[in-house]
């Protein structure tokens, strides 16, 4: 599969993410999560002159998975204040409900749950013709052979390396497992889908993921409740461009 299509809603064309990981390999994708909202534009734009390649948005009903956070109107804002793609990661029951919804507010990626959908490749499908890119996300306790069936219908593969729904948990070792073998099927199938870590990120697991072939890493508090986001972002990548 040939992943060619382009984004054609109010969203930036995520082309400026793909030349920084072909050119230098894997970037740290900030998360929004606990940034301060009373100022979001500002911490965007932080964010944006610190470096960040992309940011990336947690969405959570408080069904899918515990915690309900926000939705389409802080991705419209967001998207307003962004220069960078934005990827939205829907924690949500029925997410392709809302494709379209999030399309139109300015997702550059989409990432669903494979836990989530009755029909992934389907799924997967209808965020492409809608514009986005299209992510699977996968969970801590579900193989990574859940997966592989819908690799044809990825623009990238998201592992959890910490259950969805909480911020600042430990980081699981499961993940490592997970990243390799979608790496080595890439390597096996020729293709070129991404591959993305999101949960526990920091200078102690950085490299390990990114020699494990996570090039999307999420980073959460690692970035956010440091001082300086420009160093955080720096370090976690220098890191990260060091174990590639």
């Known amino acids: 599969m040939q992943h060619t299509h382009v984004i054609p809603q109010a969203g930036r064309s995520p082309d400026p993410l793909a030349r920084r990981l072909d050119g230098g390999g894997p970037v740290v994708l900030p998360a929004l999560l606990l940034c301060d909202f009373g100022h979001l534009a500002r911490?965007?734009?932080?964010?944006?002159?610190a470096g960040a390649a992309a940011l990336h948005?947690?969405?959570m009903d408080g069904r899918f998975?515990?915690?309900?956070?926000?939705?389409?109107?802080?991705?419209?804002?967001?998207?307003?204040?962004?220069?960078?793609?934005?990827?939205?990661?829907?924690?949500?029951?029925?997410?392709?409900?809302t494709i379209d919804d999030y399309a139109r507010a300015g997702a550059?990626?989409?990432?669903?749950?494979?836990e989530g959908l009755a029909d992934p490749a389907g799924t997967l499908r209808a965020i492409a013709a809608a514009g986005p890119?299209?992510?699977?996300?996968?969970?801590?306790?579900?193989?990574v052979d859940r997966v592989l069936p819908h690799l044809d219908h990825?623009?990238?593969?998201?592992?959890?390396?910490v259950e969805p729904g909480y911020g600042g948990?430990?980081?699981?070792?499961?993940?490592?497992?997970?990243?390799?073998?979608?790496?080595?099927?890439?390597?096996?199938?020729?293709?070129?889908?991404?591959?993305g870590v999101d949960g526990g990120i920091s200078t102690d697991t950085v490299g390990a993921v990114a020699a494990a072939g996570a090039e999307l890493i999420v980073a959460g508090s690692a970035v956010i409740r440091s001082r300086d986001y420009a160093h955080a972002i720096a370090e976690l990548e220098a890191l990260a461009r060091a174990a590639a």
């Not at 911490?43 to 002159?49: F, G, K, N, T």
């Not at 389409?72 to 392709?96: D, K, N």
């Not at 948990?169 to 099927?185: P, S």
Request: aromatic letters at 4%; hydrophobic letters at 45%.
């Open 169 to 195: 948990q430990r980081f699981d070792d499961v993940a490592l497992g997970k990243l390799a073998a979608l790496a080595e099927e890439r390597r096996r199938r020729g293709d070129a889908f991404r591959l």
């Open 133 to 143: 890119r299209a992510h699977l996300a996968v969970s801590p306790g579900t193989p």
């Open 57 to 59: 948005l947690d969405v």
């Open 43 to 49: 911490e965007v734009e932080r964010l944006e002159q």
């Open 108 to 114: 550059d990626i989409l990432t669903v749950h494979v």
């Open 65 to 97: 998975v515990p915690q309900l956070t926000y939705g389409l109107v802080v991705v419209e804002a967001v998207r307003r204040a962004a220069r960078v793609p934005i990827e939205v990661h829907l924690m949500i029951e029925q997410p392709e409900r």
């Open 154 to 161: 990825c623009d990238g593969v998201l592992v959890m390396s």
